[in-house]
């Protein structure tokens, strides 16, 4: 599951210089729209790469929700499901001498529902890890913000932002753009977005 609250979408172009396109769906970010000189608040604003970051940084401070449009085919979603259930894996061998993180949460979800539904929550979660791909500039992006390798650094990061319950976990994928950029960028400006044609 990821957060419901939608005031944008945003799809992101390979055509034309890579643009993001973002598009207003609720009252207020119609009036949002409109503040930045689109007629009525109908229709959608591109934004180059380059300022992608700033742009998604800039809603969500400002509390607007933004839902993402992705082209991934099956096969990435199958790929980044099998990425984050290695993780997820990976997380068990945890030492219990090492502090409290997610991983605790994550584990005492998975003591309550099993390791079959844990399997089904990771299915679930893979179209909102290529989402927070997409945001933070996809495979030309991951090197700067040091999270290469796509199935060992990036994928756990992501993973470090979901909150766990018993019912299904939640990932607020604009969130966690926000932090990964906020962590990782090398500087105190946010990474320059690159768009890749090709996969994770």
């Given at each position: 599951?990821?957060?419901?609250?939608?005031?944008?979408?945003?799809?992101?172009?390979?055509?034309?210089?890579?643009?993001?396109?973002?598009?207003?769906?609720?009252?207020?970010?119609?009036?949002?729209?409109?503040?930045?000189?689109?007629?009525d608040g109908k229709g959608s604003y591109s934004v180059l790469d380059t300022f992608a970051a700033q742009e998604l940084?800039?809603?969500?401070?400002?509390?607007?929700?933004?839902?993402?449009?992705?082209?991934?085919?099956?096969?990435?979603?199958?790929?980044?499901?099998?990425?984050?259930?290695e993780a997820m894996l990976e997380s068990k061998d945890k030492s219990p001498e090492e502090p409290p993180?997610?991983?605790?949460?994550?584990?005492?979800?998975?003591?309550?529902?099993?390791?079959?539904?844990?399997?089904?929550?990771?299915?679930?979660?893979?179209?909102?890890?290529?989402?927070?791909?997409?945001?933070?500039?996809?495979?030309n992006a991951l090197p700067e913000l040091n999270l290469i390798p796509y199935d060992w650094m990036f994928v756990p990061s992501v993973l470090a932002e979901v909150v766990w319950h018993t019912s299904g976990p939640v990932l607020d994928p604009q969130a966690a753009i926000a932090t990964l950029l906020e962590k990782n960028s090398p500087s105190p400006d946010l990474a320059p977005m690159a768009a890749g044609p090709g996969g994770p």
């Open positions: 599951m990821t957060a419901a609250t939608r005031d944008f979408t945003v799809a992101r172009s390979q055509n034309r210089g890579h643009t993001w396109t973002f598009t207003p769906v609720s009252s207020a970010a119609r009036q949002q729209a409109i503040d930045f000189g689109l007629p940084q800039r809603l969500h401070e400002e509390g607007f929700g933004v839902g993402f449009e992705t082209k991934h085919g099956q096969e990435l979603l199958m790929e980044a499901a099998v990425c984050l259930w993180n997610w991983e605790d949460r994550m584990m005492e979800v998975w003591e309550e529902v099993g390791t079959a539904h844990m399997r089904q929550f990771a299915i679930g979660l893979a179209p909102a890890i290529l989402h927070v791909y997409d945001g933070i500039g996809g495979a």
